[in-house]
């Protein structure tokens, strides 16, 4: 009898648990349904679940929607948690609105009492609508008339998302500037120069603003980061893990250029990796959204638990890697090597000497302007060149040969035969 593949059962397990969960759409039950009515009002929190979900009563109390077509035209007075395909907010949110959709919607009538915290493709804000705190977004498109009362906190379109990967992983320089710069207004009477009463104006050259002072404080405060984190993080892995901590730079000593060549490979592909990351997020949340729309909302919310926390567990570790790990890597190898030859022992203590010279260095050498940023790139791809090869080196078994056979000794001439 064959063996039940384990993603089978997993898929089963969560199939169980998904379909386990209540589906009483009663008023007292933890669903109440797809819309509420209005003029209608409600003194608790609700889940609401439908193809179309409609909220035109009051609601005093929080909200979490799962709809492929949610509109709000009523009251929600406290948070609203919205996961769906189209999302349109043409009513009055007390509290903040935690918002996934394909496309977000803030009609002309739209007030939202705190913050708008919102991934989607599309987000569009008429005339008239009003975030009261913040607005925190991220998409691929954006087309925003509102008010809003504090900060703007937003990565949309391509340019926008490929610089947040950029300095995710620490490498600011690496980012796109777009400026443009607006026409010069020209100045009263067709190109001339101002007058008054048939006289002419000097105007007063403009007022040059003095350059800023080099900031010493903050440059500390960014260096002693850069340089605790890593040294931290060195302290942990020399004390939990110092036979991984030797063997992953290994390559680098033996193989620089090839590690160097393969890392910068790896570092392309792993910020590929980020990209294909976005996009099984995009089709799990489509592929619930289809689920909902069979009726199924419970194998969605399971599927997108699941999914979510895999990825997110994979991408972080990811960016763990790329961000500290790589450069421990680099430092621990050359900086190791050159405290053992200049000690000529292998002593705890001069591991860590050497690593918080080697962090220290680090530190310092990629603060240098117009080359810091090359030396951290050519880091990171160093020590994700030497941890591949050295993982390849591990998986491969460990030939031993034979020892030769000597042949028997020949008889010496003469010798008696038995």
């Known amino acids: 009898m064959k063996r039940t593949p384990r993603l089978l059962l997993a898929f089963l397990f969560i199939l169980t648990l998904a379909f386990a969960l209540p589906v009483s759409t009663r008023a007292d039950g933890p669903v109440y349904g797809d819309t509420v009515e209005a003029g209608e009002v409600i003194e608790r929190d609700l889940l609401l679940v439908g193809r179309e979900v409609s909220i035109a009563g009051t609601v005093n109390g929080n909200v979490a929607v799962l709809g492929n077509r949610v509109v709000l035209t009523g009251v929600v007075d406290g948070n609203l948690v919205v996961a769906g395909q189209n999302v349109r907010i043409d009513g009055l949110v007390t509290g903040t609105v935690y918002t996934a959709a394909l496309t977000v919607e803030l009609g002309p009538g739209a007030v939202i009492g705190r913050d708008l915290d919102v991934i989607a493709v599309s987000l569009t804000a008429a005339s008239g609508a009003e975030i009261r705190r913040d607005l925190n977004a991220i ?19 391509p340019i926008q998302l490929y610089n947040g990967l950029m300095r995710l992983l620490g490498f600011e320089e690496l980012t796109i500037e777009l400026h443009f710069n607006a026409p010069a207004s020209p100045p ?6 101002p007058s008054k009463g048939g006289r002419l104006l000097l105007l007063p050259p403009p007022e040059e603003t003095p350059p800023a002072g080099f900031d010493w404080a903050k440059w500390s405060l960014d260096r002693l980061r850069v340089w605790g984190v890593l040294f931290v993080l060195g302290v942990i892995v020399l004390w939990r893990a110092p036979r991984a901590a030797e063997g992953s730079g290994q390559p680098l000593l033996t193989r620089p250029g090839r590690s160097l060549a393969i890392g910068l490979l790896a570092l392309v592909l792993a910020i590929g990796l980020f990209g294909v990351g976005l996009l099984l997020f995009v089709l799990v949340f489509a592929l619930g959204l289809g689920l909902n729309f069979l009726g199924l909302w419970q194998l969605t919310i399971a599927i997108w638990i699941a999914a979510a ?13 790329l961000v500290y790990g790589t450069k421990l890597i ?5 900086s190791g090597w050159a405290f053992e030859k200049l000690f000529r022992k292998k002593a705890f203590w001069v591991h860590l000497l050497a690593l918080l010279a080697g962090t220290l260095l680090y530190s310092l050498l990629t603060a240098i302007p117009y080359v810091g940023w090359i030396l951290a ?3 990171t791809a160093a020590g994700a060149g030497a941890a591949w090869l050295a993982w390849r080196e591990n998986r491969q078994p460990t030939v031993v040969e034979a020892a030769p056979v000597s042949p028997p000794p020949k008889p010496r001439r003469g010798a008696a035969k038995t």
């Open 309 to 321: 926390a895999l990825l997110a567990l994979f991408l972080t570790a990811l960016w763990a890697f």
């Open 377 to 379: 790139v050519l880091t």
């Open 188 to 193: 009263e009477g067709n190109g001339k120069l």
């Open 330 to 334: 680099v430092i621990y190898a050359f």
């Open 139 to 157: 998409g691929l498109d954006a087309g925003l008339n509102s008010r809003v009362g504090r900060d703007l906190h937003t990565v949309i379109g």
